[in-house]
């Protein structure tokens, strides 16, 4: 069976540069690895044969024979070409060889541990969350807020090593301190987590009788948290290095505090602007009048209604909105009406009614006069 154009293994031009080249490559090592293909003799090969074809093309001198005389130029030795192996002469120890991009594509897979640890097996602790509510008077004046938090912490007793005190962690003598082991499988070797150490490069034969080797216990912390004036819903608050304590003297995460902001029964939000509906009279409404409104400060403001004021009317109340956020500005307070229609009328407010009713005209009622006009008009009724 006729060998493979290398070209086309790749997927990629004749004319494609070093970039290229490298950029195909990894897309199939990653596609077609052993390790993500378990089993797969299939995979296996297409494996060996596009690590064949990038060992070659990458390779200027290589490349020029084989753009000259095809896989001809590596037929009995030819041109020191890639062996029956399929790594060639870079193999994993030549220079320049596969080992050269296998790190960089599999570091995730094969070496993505060690920077998540450090050495002596200290692992960074978690990040912690906590669900906090508020109220818009509280979001409005901003607090000081006292949590309790559970969490882990170092351990006392230890100091976060792990190991009882007068004790200290060994060296892992299978992996030498490493965290991680290197073992040959097939046509490449793959390095796996030390599975005495569990990837931490140190035992602890005499553990801490507080913390059972972990180097942290459970404890309720209480820390106080500052919420500025002006906090949106939603906010998220971090607090460094208050998360879960590290483990082994690692370092700890964070804690983050996302804030809610509850309902109100009378304000809505809108970014720093407040929004608020009030009901008047339908007489308060047609003669016009006042009324006052208490904001989220306290204070009280009063608002003036002019006379054939409608449902829907805003009235805008400037800097009596939310504070902005790290600012010295205010939003705005919009007040809108809604005229009340009256109810459970006695029998002398009926009467009066419809004698106001009988002394209307087309100019004391504009809309609903003016939308019957117009909806007779276009459907062409009488």
Not at 50 to 66: F, G, H, I, S, W
Not at 153 to 167: L, R
Not at 240 to 261: C, H, K, M, N, T
């Amino acid at each position: 069976m006729a060998k493979a154009d290398y070209y086309e293994t790749l997927g990629v031009g004749r004319s494609a540069d070093e970039k290229e080249l490298k950029s195909a490559f990894r897309k199939l090592a990653m596609k077609y690895h052993p390790d993500r293909n378990p089993d797969n003799a299939e995979a296996e090969q297409k494996f060996k044969e596009v690590n064949e074809a990038y060992e070659t093309l990458k390779d200027p001198q290589k490349r020029a024979a084989y753009d000259r005389f095809g896989h001809a130029a590596f037929e009995n030795g030819g041109g020191g070409g890639p062996g029956a192996g399929g790594f060639g002469a870079g193999g994993f120890g030549g220079a320049g060889g596969f080992s050269d991009i296998f790190e960089d594509i599999f570091g995730e897979m094969m070496g993505g541990a060690r920077g998540r640890r450090s050495s002596g097996g200290r692992e960074r602790g978690a990040d912690l969350r906590y669900n906090m509510e508020i109220s818009l008077e509280e979001a409005f004046e901003g607090k000081t807020a006292q949590i309790r938090v559970p969490t882990s912490v170092v351990c006392d007793e230890c100091s976060g090593s792990g190991a009882k005190p007068g004790s200290t962690p060994k060296t892992c003598t299978t992996c030498h301190g490493a965290g991680r082991v290197r073992a040959a499988q097939g046509f490449f070797s793959v390095e796996r987590t030390c599975p005495t150490c569990h990837g931490r490069g140190t035992i602890i034969s005499d553990p801490c009788t507080k913390c059972h080797g972990e180097g942290r216990t459970v404890e309720e912390r209480s820390l106080s948290v500052n919420i500025p004036a002006g906090i949106e819903d939603g906010t998220r608050i971090r607090l460094q290095g208050e998360g879960e304590a590290g483990l082994r003297g690692g370092p700890a995460g964070d804690l983050y505090i996302f804030l809610s902001v509850k309902p109100h029964p009378f304000f809505q939000r809108d970014g720093a602007d407040l929004h608020c509906t009030v009901p008047i009279s339908m007489t308060q409404a047609t003669l016009g009048g006042k009324f006052e409104v208490t904001t989220l400060d306290g204070s009280k403001s009063r608002v003036s209604v002019p006379e054939g004021t409608q449902t829907g009317k805003q009235f805008r109340m400037k800097g009596k909105g939310m504070p902005v956020l790290r600012s010295s500005h205010k939003g705005d307070l919009y007040i809108q009406v809604r005229v009340e229609t009256p109810q459970k009328l006695t029998k002398r407010q009926r009467e009066l009614l419809q004698e106001f009713d009988e002394l209307s005209s087309n100019e004391n009622n504009p809309e609903s006069n003016g939308f019957f006009s117009r909806m007779k008009d276009f459907f062409g009724s009488e």
